[in-house]
């Protein structure tokens, strides 16, 4: 439950509205709360400030805030525009969570809403002497905070949604992800036996893509049934009404119904797929960022190269031995969990790129080399894939490639060509 309402309050961070709502609420706590201070002794401390000094102040604020939070919102629409048109409309839902360009808009509307409120109050005599030279140092409080938020925007709006910046902030996203996967594979369940009866299943009430599987719920369920849960597919899987979502050990003595209703409320399925829990889906923006580069229209093939860069960053992150979380991974002993093949996210990082890029020769000697590189993590299904797409890509570069000596020089180059299976 607590990752569940994680899951939930994430999304809810993620909405343009939510922080500057925040933000609202604590400028007028601030501005109200300065009043406590004339219940003090305060007043035989402080200066007398005039009540025109911090209206003139405060109408600073208010008359030149709403105009920079429009400002800043048609700015952020640009990048976030720009991101989707530029590198790929998956890359719209991390760019919109940039924290520095949500705190600044937060800080702006924040700092006109107190100031509306303060000098409302003001007028209307609500401070004492106390009180104002409170309200006082709020607002250059405030007025510091906004010029400094402002300068930090600015530097990051001029990078926000430029195409190196989005594929930076999608490498990030797909590090954790991934990362995550590696050190829990299978969730903290258990691998799928053969036991399982495939003839008792549970079908999804909803059409989409598994976003979010609440462990914790299946295993409590699972222990007050006595039963064992096979899940079909991880984060990530499409799903249907006619397809298993999970299978059952047993329906003996099962509400099927009941069990049906909470099984489906323990996963998730929705319409988009989710970067957190999705470890393939961060390597997909990734290929889909670098198969638009290569495009005819665009025609960047430096653009895929660096992409290839970063999905072989990412890869090496099986070749890190402290990945494993070597504490508490079977949690779920009534949960099977299947294990998501190497080759899935081969097909996810580099099918694309050896596709669409199969008539460049650059493109094509990068990718061997990536290849070379992967195959040097100690893994052996990433070796022995590694060096199957070798062959694959040196197979598709064969057939776009018409001249001569880039395809001897890409032979010479290739992997695969280089190491010989057991059996051969």
Not at 103 to 126: D, K, P
Request: net charge neutral; charged share 20%.
């Amino acid at each position: 439950m607590k990752k569940s309402a994680l899951i939930y309050f994430n999304r809810l961070r993620e909405q343009l509205w939510f922080r500057p709502l925040i933000f609202c609420i604590i400028s007028i706590i601030g501005a109200l709360l300065a009043r406590f201070a004339d219940g003090t002794g305060l007043k035989e401390l402080v200066p007398n400030i005039k009540t025109e000094s911090i209206v003139g102040l405060l109408t600073t604020i208010s008359s030149s805030m709403l105009v920079i939070a429009i400002f800043a919102v048609s700015s952020m629409i640009a990048a976030f525009s720009a991101a989707s048109n530029t590198a790929t409309p998956r890359s719209f839902k991390i760019v919109v969570t940039d924290d520095a360009s949500k705190n600044a808009l937060s800080m702006f509307i924040g700092a006109f809403i107190f100031s509306i409120v303060s000098t409302v109050a003001l007028e209307n005599g609500y401070y004492g002497d106390a009180g104002r030279f409170v309200l006082f140092v709020f607002t250059l409080l405030f007025f510091a905070s906004v010029i400094l938020t402002f300068l930090r925007w600015v530097d990051r709006i001029s990078r926000l949604g430029r195409l190196e910046h989005t594929i930076n902030q999608v490498e990030e996203v797909a590090l954790i992800s991934l990362k995550n996967h590696i050190k829990n594979p299978l969730l903290k369940g258990i691998p799928v036996s053969n036991t399982i009866n495939k003839n008792v299943f549970i079908t999804p009430l909803k059409i989409g893509y598994i976003q979010f599987i609440d462990m914790d719920s299946l295993q409590k369920l699972a222990e007050a049934h006595h039963i064992t849960i096979q899940l079909s597919a991880t984060p990530g899987a499409y799903v249907h009404s006619n397809s298993p979502l999970v299978y059952l050990s047993t329906a003996q003595g099962l509400d099927m119904e009941d069990i049906s209703k909470k099984i489906n409320e323990a996963i998730r399925i929705g319409s988009t797929r989710l970067f957190e829990e999705d470890p393939r889906f961060g390597l997909i923006a990734l290929s889909e960022i670098a198969s638009r580069a290569l495009s005819p229209g665009i025609n960047d093939p430096g653009t895929a190269i660096q992409i290839i860069g970063s999905q072989v960053r990412l890869f090496f992150l099986w070749n890190d031995t402290n990945t494993k979380d070597e504490t508490d991974v079977t949690r779920f002993d009534r949960i099977e969990v299947p294990e998501l093949p190497t080759y899935e996210f081969f097909e996810s990082a580099f099918r694309p790129i050896s596709r669409d890029g199969a008539n460049n020769i650059e493109v094509m000697l990068r990718l061997q080399k990536a290849y070379t590189s992967l195959a040097t993590i100690n893994h052996s299904e990433i070796q022995e894939t590694a060096r199957s797409y070798s062959e694959t890509s040196y197979n598709r570069a064969k057939q776009q490639l018409s001249f001569k000596s880039d395809l001897e020089l890409l032979k010479e180059k290739s992997f695969f060509l280089k190491v010989k299976t057991p059996t051969e």
